[in-house]
């Protein structure tokens, strides 16, 4: 069922063991709001990356639940396929699918999925492609383009799914410096037409700019979880402080 | 001193070709085609995650993997009447005749080999794939059908051709069963005009010569179908 008031994302007591000696996760509780833009830090191997694809069940996890637009996504009777179809994803290396064409790229699940014309699905396609700056390139395969015009062509290749939200897993991470601005400015811009966002970034001048709220994890364990002016404002854990100091070193 | 009479080969040319090459290459093309489908369900069975279909996968591809060809063709053609006999209900063991019963050994026994291929095609897909299809929403078998699949036939598709001029070869052992593929049909007219040297020797040349240039064509398609990343 849709609830539209409560939260759009919400996760509570997650755990997930690799094994019975190594927990990945450790009883994460936090949601995000319909609108809410959540940006997720936190040292490599925190479980930040294994917490955002729990949200769309690529990863299972043994305890707690999450819901996703009021969905347990744990119930036996979620359609999975269905419910994933509405939640965006891009990931760290971009995954568009190599031996497809740009175009075909972002038709392909609306037409499979949605059920979506070929008409209607590259008219879609191609506004996408078009708000991202990439028009000249939808004839490409993916690996004539750059990462960071790839990574754009993967963005709106979740858009074009119609999500409620959005989930971004170190989107910039495998990208050259001077790519990193051009695939941040489409992230921003959706951010501030009010997309709900889960993003997992190290780019702390995104999350000043357009989080709400930012999560630190360490450990498997959701360290800080607050607004995003009381995170870099003052008081904070140790941990977080010297996470900060670390990469707003220089 | 031996006498060489290269003569009979231009005059039995056409029997050669239109008999014995149009059958090879129909067998060889047909059991390719029906060996990578089969084989590709197969790989997939193997790795999927019911055990049973697994099992059931692995120990059809080892049974097949260590028997000899030949033995295989002769247990079908002996078997596949009684087999057929069995499953329809019939009176009589089915004729199925020996071009249908040499299809189903050489796409069965190929299967296991495409198989064992396509297995490793599909294992070579980066498993973050996988997660953007079902991330976009799309089923298994839709993951498979239009992202894994497709990749793993363009990546192991030198491998896959290379199998099939194989394939091609082993076409010529159907002679066990009388029937007249291009290596049979030569064989005949040596035995007939007692011309062993001169048609065993233009076999030998035509298949050395097609199997050659196929694997040239295969390197040269190789570069070019390659997916680039």
Redesign the interface.
Known sequence: MSNAAGPMIEMAAVSKWYSPQFQVLKDCTTSVAKGEVVVVCGPSGSGKSTLIKCVNALEPFQAGTIRVDGINLSDPGTDLPKLRARIGMVFQHFELFPHLRITENLCLAQEKVLGRSRDEAMAKGKALLDRVGLSEHAGKFPGQLSGGQQQRVAIARALAMDPIAMLFDEPTSALDPEMITEVLDVMVELAREGMTMMVVTHEMGFARKVAHRVIFMDRGEIIEDRNKEEFFGSPRSDRAQLFLSKILAH | MLQFDFDIILKTLPYLLREGMVFTLTLTALAAFGGLVLGTLLALMRLSTIPGLALFATGYVNLMRSLPLVLVIFWFYFLVPYIGQAILRTERPVEVGAFASALITFTLFEAAYFSEIMRAGIQSV?K??L?????????YR?VMS??VV??AL?NMLPVILTQTIVLFQDTSLVYVISITDFLGAASKVAQRDGRLIEMYLFAALVYFLISFLASLLVKRLQARTA???
């Open positions: 980066p973050g794939q997660s953007a299809g079902y991330a976009l929403g799309l089923t839709q239009y992202v497709p990749q363009r997916i680039i990343r």
